[in-house]
């Protein structure tokens, strides 16, 4: 009876060894696929991190490129293509409306529905191939306000904030708005700025 009660313990000590090694595996099993799981996403935010950012630069050389373009087209009055290649389509070129019309806020220009995503005449105003991402830009015409200043730094045409309309003391409001659109996985990261620019010669100034 003795020797058979000690076997009968010594088999019981031995399987609650054997469950207590298989919980520990199963343990320890979980904690290094969490830990590799963690590792993984971690990565993944980070390279998203990453393109988002890509994707921002990308679009805000949109914005400096648009404004370049306005610019020169409200000092030469028509839209340079002083660019290689030109970042400005032919279809918004041919219009109806032109871009250089709708920059000047023409008679029928300023209500153009063009957008980033659109085509033809009604489709982007600026196009960009910086890949791996593709870069639309569309530039509206908002309103025109006198410059801040008295009625007499006006009639005086003062220089700065005071000038004269005849000196150019008006501002003219666009909004540019950007897309760059990466051309593998199709997400796309918008942009959107308004900017004051004048007649006199200075450059626009973003305002939000």
């Known amino acids: 009876m003795r020797k058979e009660s000690k076997r ?3 088999g019981s000590e031995q399987g609650i060894a054997l469950l207590t090694v298989v919980l520990l595996l199963v343990i320890m099993t979980t904690l290094a696929i969490a830990a590799i799981t963690a ?11 990453a393109s988002m950012e890509t994707a921002g630069i990308a679009a805000e050389s949109c914005l400096g490129t648009s404004v370049n ?3 020169r087209a409200l000092d030469d009055g028509e839209v340079a293509l002083a660019f290689s290649p030109s970042p400005v ?5 041919a219009g109806p409306p032109t871009l250089a019309a709708e920059i000047r806020g023409e008679v029928g ?9 659109g085509v033809g005449a009604a489709g982007p105003d600026i196009v960009l191939s ?21 009625g007499l730094q006006f009639a005086g ?33 918008p942009v959107t700025a308004v900017y004051a620019c004048t007649l006199s010669g200075e450059s626009c100034q973003r305002q939000l």
């Open 157 to 189: 045409a003062y220089e700065g904030t005071g000038s004269s309309a005849a000196s150019g003391g008006v501002e003219i409001f666009y909004r540019i708005n950007c897309v760059a659109t990466n051309t593998a996985t199709g997400t796309a990261s």
């Open 39 to 49: 590792t993984g996403l971690e990565n993944r935010m980070a390279g998203f991190g």
């Open 69 to 71: 373009v306005l610019q």
């Open 109 to 117: 220009a300023e209500a153009d529905p063009d957008a980033p995503n």
């Open 130 to 150: 910086l890949p791996p991402y593709t870069v639309n830009g569309d530039i509206d015409r908002l309103y025109i306000k006198a410059k801040s200043g008295s």
């Open 8 to 10: 009968n313990r010594i």
């Open 89 to 93: 389509p032919a279809a918004s070129l």
